[in-house]
């Protein structure tokens, strides 16, 4: 970033993107802990996530306030009013991320220590690996204002969706087979819906890159998994 006549405008900046990075490393972390905790069955895990949920969002509102500070302060133009409104943005999906590990938490809390399938909860963790990769790249892209590693996040999110697609597919499978299994696959259907959100928010921050760094928003429409990826169920289901 060029360095500006009035330093404290440079500060300002700077801490609008070190608050984004905690807030990053923050969000990335409680979605970590929603996939270790639903697959060990950890509720105080699950309850945890819930409370780094409450310091992202304070985060959030510090981010936002900065932001319209720094543009009644400093009326930028250009490079500079794109850093601010990345700010805004990126801010606003990272809350959206945080907010989808809490609800996977939540599942963990409200399945408890019931019955589980084991074979169910093997594609989810496929899809927290992805989405966790989704948006830590998009987060690395941002830091680094790398064009080419948010196109690719913008590709990518179409290989969430299929996952998803396999997800569903899997479950449904499980629940005609053995109606015990409904419940618990249900509450599973939701877990992977939350993780296919935060692919599509993880790809929003991709396309606020784009926009930072070129200065054009994005107009094509996002690809879309087709058909359902291609999981293994039984290779991991020992690990649950």
């Not at 929603?34 to 996530?49: C, E, F, N």
């Not at 590990?101 to 074979?119: L, M, W, Y």
């Not at 966790?132 to 969430?160: G, K, M, N, P």
Request: charged letters at 25%.
């Amino acid at each position: 970033m060029a360095g500006h006549t009035v330093k404290a405008y440079d500060r300002e900046l700077d801490a609008l993107g070190r608050a984004i990075a905690e807030m990053g490393g923050l969000a990335v972390a409680m979605v970590a802990d929603a996939v270790a905790s639903l697959a060990g069955a950890d509720v105080d895990l699950a309850l945890a996530v819930a409370a780094t949920g409450e310091r992202v969002a304070q985060l959030k509102h510090r981010v936002e306030s900065e932001a319209v500070l720094t543009i009644v302060r400093r009326s930028p133009v250009a490079v500079d009013l794109r850093n601010v409104v990345a700010a805004i943005r990126i801010a606003g999906d990272l809350g959206r991320i945080a907010a989808h590990a809490e609800k996977i938490a939540s599942q963990t809390v409200k399945i408890g220590f019931a019955p589980r399938v084991p074979r169910a909860i093997v594609g989810v963790r496929h899809m927290g690996a992805l989405a966790i990769d989704l948006a830590q790249s998009a987060l690395d892209a941002y830091a680094e204002r790398d064009v080419e590693r948010a196109r690719a996040i913008w590709e990518r999110d179409a290989d969430l969706d299929s996952l998803e697609g396999s997800v569903f597919s899997d479950l449904l499978s499980e629940m005609l087979a053995d109606p015990r299994a409904i419940s618990f696959c249900a509450r599973i259907m939701t877990v992977s819906k939350n993780f296919e959100r935060i692919g599509d928010h993880a790809t929003n921050i991709a396309e606020t890159v784009l926009y930072l760094v070129t200065g054009v928003a994005t107009t094509d429409e996002r690809p879309r998994g087709r058909g359902t990826a291609s999981i293994d169920p039984a290779g991991d289901a020992g690990d649950f």
